[in-house]
T-cell receptor, first 109, second 112 residues
Framework: KNEVEQSPQNLTAQEGEFITINCSYS?????LHWLQQHPGGGIVSLFM???GKKKHGRLIATINIQEKHSSLHITASHPRDSAVYIC???????????FGTGTSLTVIP | DAGVTQSPTHLIKTRGQQVTLRCSPI?????VSWYQQVLGQGPQFIFQ???????GRGNFPDRFSARQFPNYSSELNVNALLLGDSALYLC???????????FGDGTRLSIL
């Protein structure tokens, strides 16, 4: 069983749609990270959360510590948002990391 | 400012050989982490180093080792390479542990 589960695995959306990607985890964490990976491998850190909600442009990330669940929302999606989005958690000590398998998002013009 | 740089970008080895991958963190970052990403899967945590000491280790065999130098750059060594070691190896740095990480573009290792 994976410590971090993401859903959906694959997602296709029309440009402009509101998108939600979900992440559930089973371990105690000190922080949760949302990452974006484009074809070719480059990874960009989008958010690091330990509670509540963060917003950056069209991206919103929320976390519910009690339910061990986080969501990444993309408003007004655009084809350039097409990428793999990965949820990762840092364990309680902060020096163990667990990754989800990623959600592959394709936004169609 | 330069981002996290990794070298080489691509590498081809044969089974049984040894490989060394290198990572230079962002200037001022003291924490370096290594990850393995097999094609089609999410990354797997290998090591974290902070202030030249190992602070975390994932579930990888002893064939995998790493070190961090006084300038905070790091090397990942893999001995006795197996076909299953073929992957993208990612390095990430942060100012200190448990901070947002900045990733390099990775080293793609192919084992023949």
């Amino acid at each position: 069983k994976n410590e971090v589960e993401q859903s959906p695995q694959n997602l296709t959306a029309q440009e402009g749609e509101f998108i939600t990607i979900n992440c559930s985890y089973s371990v105690g964490i000190s922080a949760l990270h949302w990452l974006q990976q484009h074809p070719g491998g480059g990874i960009v850190s989008l958010f690091m959360l330990s509670s509540g909600k963060k917003k950056h442009g069209r991206l919103i990330a929320t976390i519910n510590i009690q339910e061990k669940h986080s969501s990444l929302h993309i408003t007004a999606s655009h084809p350039r948002d097409s990428a793999v989005y990965i949820c990762a958690v840092a364990g309680n000590t902060g020096n163990q990391f667990y990754f989800g398998t990623g959600t592959s998002l394709t936004v169609i013009p | 400012d330069a981002g996290v740089t990794q070298s080489p970008t691509h590498l081809i080895k044969t089974r049984g050989q040894q490989v060394t991958l290198r990572c230079s963190p962002i200037s001022g970052h003291k924490s370096v982490s290594w990850y393995q990403q097999v094609l089609g899967q999410g990354p797997q945590f290998i090591f974290q180093y902070y202030e030249k000491e190992e602070r975390g280790r994932g579930n990888f065999p002893d064939r995998f080792s790493a070190r961090q130098f006084p300038n905070y750059s790091s090397e990942l060594n893999v001995n006795a390479l197996l076909l299953g070691d073929s992957a993208l190896y990612l390095c990430a740095s942060s100012p200190w542990a448990n901070q947002p990480q900045h990733f390099g573009d990775g080293t793609r290792l192919s084992i023949l």
